[in-house]
Structures are given as C-alpha cells and as structure tokens.
T-cell receptor
Framework: GQQVQQSPASLVLQEGENAELQCNFS?????MQWFYQRPEGSLVSLFY???GTKQSGRLTSTTVIKERRSSLHISSSQITDSGTYLC?????????????FGHGTILRVHP | DPKIIQKPKYLVAVTGSEKILICEQY?????MYWYRQSAKKPLEFMFS???????DNQTASSRFQPQSSKKNHLDLQITALKPDDSATYFC??????????????FGEGSRLIVV
C-alpha cells in the first residue's frame, strides 16, 4: 500500500483564501519534508520538519511524528502559490537522504 | 543562479540507445542522489552517494549506472533505453551531519523521452 498519503489530491482556491494540506504516513518515520513543485517541474524545499511547528512567511508546517502526520498551512494564498505540494518521509537510518514521496496536492489559485 | 545544474534539460532518445544525464552541485554538499518521476507516479528514490561512494541503490536494473568523477558530480548513465524509462530524472544533494537535518535540495530535472 501507499506509505505516504496526501490529501486533498487537488484544491482550487480564490486568491486570499487559506489552505490546509495533509500528509499521513502508514509507517513509522524519522523525519519528513515538504516540497513545492513548480508547474514547469522544478522542486523547491519548503520545510524539513521532523516534529513540531515551523513557519516561513505565509507557510506553516506542523508535524506530529507519533501520530504519523504532517500538515502544511498556506495563508492568504496567491496566484503564484499554484503548483504541486509534495510531502516525503525519511525512514530507516537517520540522514540517509532516502525519501518516500506522496503523490502530491495540486493547488490552483485563481484571481 | 541554480546551485544544482542538470544537463540536458530535455532529451529525446531512441529505444536501445545509451544516454548520460549530468549533475553538478555547487552547494558544497557531500551527499548526492538521483530520483525519478514518471507519469502518474510519485518521485522515486534511485541512488544515494556519500563522499563519492555508493550508499544505497534502489534501482533493480543494472542499466542505470551512477558515475561520480568528482565530489560535486554525480552523473547517471542509462543503457539499452526503453520507452518505460521515459521520466524526469532529478538530481539532489544534502549535507550529511548538518545541524538542521538532512534537507534535500533538488536540481531542475532532466526530462527524458524514449521513443
């Protein structure tokens, strides 16, 4: 089965609305990361967040490792936030760089 | 300026041919990786290298061979190409032992189409 499940699969927002993206893991994990994939395909690291809450600008990530879940909150969405948001977990030995990715949440923000 | 350079950005190859995907990183990292993203599939881990040594290989086929000529280089040679190899191949790097964890940074990808 799928080890990393992301929801929703897609999301459409009007500019200014907030979004909450979810990531659930079916196995124990050491850490997790959130990435943003631009429409043309390039990847940007958003958060390395093994536990707790981290914030960067309008983005907030909260991970509860014991409950095997993480969320990404986007506040006051902008058109340029459109793209795919990917979460990934790292398991096994720490710092292996071996990530298991979810399918992603496709976000579209309209004016 | 991109700190992880992948070449070529786009590539069309004939079935049965051989291609090399180039990756150079200028982040000073000691670990490098290859990932693959096929249509309708999540990003998949392929290889990890640390200080130019293979650490992990999750690719079943020996047609995929990483090559590390320098610490900041990790190329990917693919032989006997098949249409199923069509995908975007991402190179990534990280600094092992960094106090902020093993954050991976990705290149912009090399999109390979095998016809």
């Amino acid at each position: 089965g799928q080890q990393v499940q992301q929801s929703p699969a897609s999301l459409v927002l009007q500019e200014g609305e907030n979004a909450e993206l979810q990531c659930n893991f079916s196995t124990s994990l050491n850490s997790m990361q959130w990435f943003y994939q631009r429409p043309e395909g390039s990847l940007v690291s958003l958060f390395y967040n093994p536990s707790g809450t981290k914030q960067s600008g309008r983005l907030t990530s909260t991970t509860v490792i014991k409950e095997r879940r993480s969320s990404l909150h986007i506040s006051s969405s902008q058109i340029t936030d459109s793209g795919t948001y990917l979460c990934a977990m790292e398991r096994g030995g720490a710092n292996t760089g071996k990530l298991t990715f979810g399918h992603g949440t496709i976000l579209r923000v309209h004016p | 300026d991109p700190k992880i350079i992948q070449k070529p950005k786009y590539l069309v190859a004939v079935t049965g041919s051989e291609k090399i995907l180039i990756c150079e990183q200028y982040l000073g990292h000691n670990a490098m990786y290859w990932y693959r993203q096929s249509a309708k599939k999540p990003l998949e881990f392929m290889f990890s290298y640390s200080y130019q040594k293979l650490m992990d290989n999750q690719t079943a086929s020996s047609r995929f061979q990483p090559q590390s000529s320098k610490k900041n280089h990790l190329d990917l040679q693919i032989t006997a190409l098949k249409p199923d190899d069509s995908a975007t191949y991402f190179c990534a790097s990280s600094q092992e032992g960094g106090g902020w964890g093993n954050t991976l940074y990705f290149g912009e990808g090399s999109r390979l189409i095998v016809v």
